[in-house]
């Protein structure tokens, strides 16, 4: 569970993210919001990446923030990016077992870790190939294994269905919904496409403009009048 | 199942291993026999700077750290080293070793900026420390053999030479005993590009972020590729200090502080990407004027001028080849052999050739 309160982050004269405060209880969660709303900036908070100016994230009872940055994925914090980060000129094998090495990983454990997670993602029979030579959709597979490889407890994903094509991003959403059985991590997607985070989150939170407008069980989420307004551009009634 | 090929040799790396030992051999045995002493001598400054591109092929390939003080940290090696064969009697090796250490240390201070600094900024921060080294070689001398600290005597009587090792003595010896040095250092860092460092340095190059989302600690690995980088330059400092036997301050002045800049594009120009960039490199900063001096009398009055092909080789290899000649010239040569053998097939099945 990852308790999050009052979080506020400041760049100068702008708030991207003004004392929010939401739950994420288990399995997959969304965070959705427009663009702008600050769910990056959310993520970079809890991976180490932006100091917030107040607040507090708890996880599993853990106060994550005092944690240092590269030190939190080797307590269980993972995550992706919007742009890929898999590294085109090594292997699938090399850039999953990075985040395993770098994430406490033992020597010995490495091959059976990286395996397991390239077993989840369906990649085994390409762990030797380049990244560079792989399709978007595998790269977005890799990117996902590289995320799960070894012990996770929080696994944030940032877009991971960016850029893919409908069927593809269903594939996607059948691997993400597993993670939770799989590796008893607890999943944080963020995504803008709606199909993938009702498939995928049995609750959500809302964003926008930095502040929560809306948090609980993903179809009642996202009818919420006041999500329709912010995130689907409903028009007012004058 | 395919993850155990990595267990396995794949047959290109055997027969990769195998013609660089027989390159290797050749440099060691035929070359110095083949070669006048002048030209051993070229050979001998091509294998110091490829260790000194090494450094810099790991820091701008591997990690994405621009440094543009590698020459004056080839200086300070050179100096270290000569004031250790100097002042104790310790063995070749131990002396390059020591070197190695001390200048490490050194380039590790300097690398300190790195932590919080990329990219022009980073460049810039390393040539100034190569600006203050160019203005300090010349106002303190390069030990000739005195006493004090600095170790450097203005008596005629003074300026005794680098010993070099006793088993290479000669030119010939020296030069095989540089390329074995610099096989080590290639190594060194074969072992740590394909190591769990190595795997760092990528990621941080991606990205930073990303590479700490990953767990890396970026401080350290980044800290450490200015170390290894200078722990190496320092090993071709000593061996620069017994390659020249004597060494003055004129070689590494503020007017020599453009080399550092020429060191980076003739890394960039050898390729970024290979650990035979650097080796490239070295060919185009030590070989090329020697035959171009050799060849034009041009070059002989007027050696800056390439700097001029420098400048047109860098842009080429940017605009056509990010990935380098190393790169670059087997993948030309291979086209033009097939445009080549293209072309006799078709000489040969035209009419007039049935006659």
Known sequence: MIEVERLTVRFGGVTPLDAVTLTFPEGTCGLIGPNGAGKTTFLNVLSGLVRPVAGSVRAFGEDLLRITDFRRARWGLRRTFQQEQAIQRLSIFDNVGLVQEHCGGSRGSRRRDVERALEFIGLEQLADERVGMLSAR????????????????????????????????????????RI????????????????????????????????????????????????LRAYLGTEEQV | M???????????????????SALLLFCLLALPALLSTYWVKVLTAVAIFAVVALGLNLLFGRVGLVSLG???????????????????????????????????????????PALRLSGLHLALITLMFAGVIAIVAPTTNFPNGGSGVLGHTESSSGGLVVRRPGIAE???????????????????????????????????????PAALAAGVNTTFYKLYAFTLASFMTGVAGGLYAGYVGRLYSY?????????????????????????????????????????????????????????????????????????????????????????????????????????
């Open chain 2, 70 to 112: 590698q020459i004056a940290l080839l200086a300070v090696g050179s100096w270290i080293a000569a004031r250790l064969f100097f002042l104790t009697n310790m063995p070749f090796p131990v002396v390059l070793l020591l070197t190695g250490v001390l200048t490490a240390a050194i380039g590790t201070l300097v690398g300190l």
């Open chain 1, 180 to 227: 939770p059985e799989a590796f008893g991590a607890l999943v944080v997607l963020v995504d803008h496409d709606m199909s993938l985070v009702s498939g995928c989150c049995g609750m959500t939170a809302v964003l926008d403009f930095g502040k929560v407008i809306a948090s609980g069980p993903t179809n009642e989420v996202l009818r919420d009048e006041h999500v």
């Open chain 2, 170 to 208: 000669s030119d010939a010896a020296y030069f095989r005993y540089t390329v074995i040095v610099a096989a080590i250092m290639f190594l060194l860092a074969l072992a740590h590009v394909a190591s769990k460092t190595g795997r760092a340095w990528a990621a941080i190059r991606q990205s930073e």
């Open chain 2, 251 to 355: 070689q590494f002045s503020g007017a020599r502080t453009i080399d550092s800049v020429t060191l980076l594009a003739t890394v960039l120009m050898g390729g970024i990407f290979s650990l035979w960039g650097a080796v490239v490199a070295a060919l185009l900063q030590q070989l090329l004027p020697a035959l171009l001096q050799n060849w034009f009398a041009f070059f002989e009055t007027n050696p800056d001028f390439l700097l001029v092909l420098f400048g047109v080789g860098v842009l080429q290899v940017l605009v056509t080849a990010p990935e380098g000649l190393v790169t670059q010239l087997p993948r030309d040569l291979r086209n033009l052999g097939r445009l080549l053998s293209r072309a006799v097939r078709r000489v040969g099945r035209s009419p007039g050739s049935a006659t």
């Open chain 1, 138 to 177: 595998h790269r977005r597979l890799v990117e996902v294994a590289r995320a799960v490889v070894g012990e996770p407890r929080v696994v944030l994903l940032d877009e991971p269905g960016a850029g893919l094509p409908d069927e593809e991003t269903e594939h996607l959403g059948r691997v993400i919904r």
């Open chain 2, 2 to 20: 395919a993850t155990g090929k990595a267990l396995r040799i794949q047959p290109q790396t055997s027969a990769r291993a195998v013609a660089i």
